[in-house]
């Protein structure tokens, strides 16, 4: 089992920045990809980006040059730094984790979820 919880959500500026955190507990995290993914009110959850063990990551185009997601293996912990937020960005923001086989951006493949954060951006 693996518990996942986020925090550094807010509401900012189109413009501004966050940072997410997401602390993981439990399994080998070295062992785990770890992703975020994002939800609006009445839309279908969807990837943001992906970070394995190795250092490797993968976006979505949405979010490719203005997000970056990092881990540290040591602390077990997984951030989604955000850059130039615009308004369309404003979702909860769920952390992920599943075992580092193959890769899939379908969350419904992800295992562990956290409880999600609040990002909101104003126009």
């Known amino acids: 089992q693996v518990q996942l919880v986020e925090s550094g959500g807010g509401a900012v500026q189109a413009g501004g920045s966050l940072r997410l955190t997401c602390a993981a507990s439990g399994r080998t995290f070295g062992s785990f990809a770890m992703g975020w993914f994002r939800q609006d009110p009445g839309k279908e959850r969807e990837f943001v980006a992906i970070?394995?063990?190795?250092?490797?990551?993968y976006y979505a185009d949405s979010v490719k040059g203005r997000f970056t997601i990092s881990r540290d293996n040591a602390k077990n912990t997984v951030y989604l730094q955000m850059n130039t937020l615009k308004p369309e960005d404003t979702a909860v923001y769920y952390c992920?984790?599943?075992?580092?086989?193959?890769?899939?951006?379908?969350?419904?493949?992800?295992?562990?979820w956290g409880q999600g954060t609040q990002v909101t951006v104003s126009s």
């Open positions: 970070a394995w063990s190795g250092g490797t990551t």
């Open positions: 992920s984790a599943r075992p580092a086989l193959g890769h899939t951006v379908n969350p419904e493949q992800w295992n562990y």
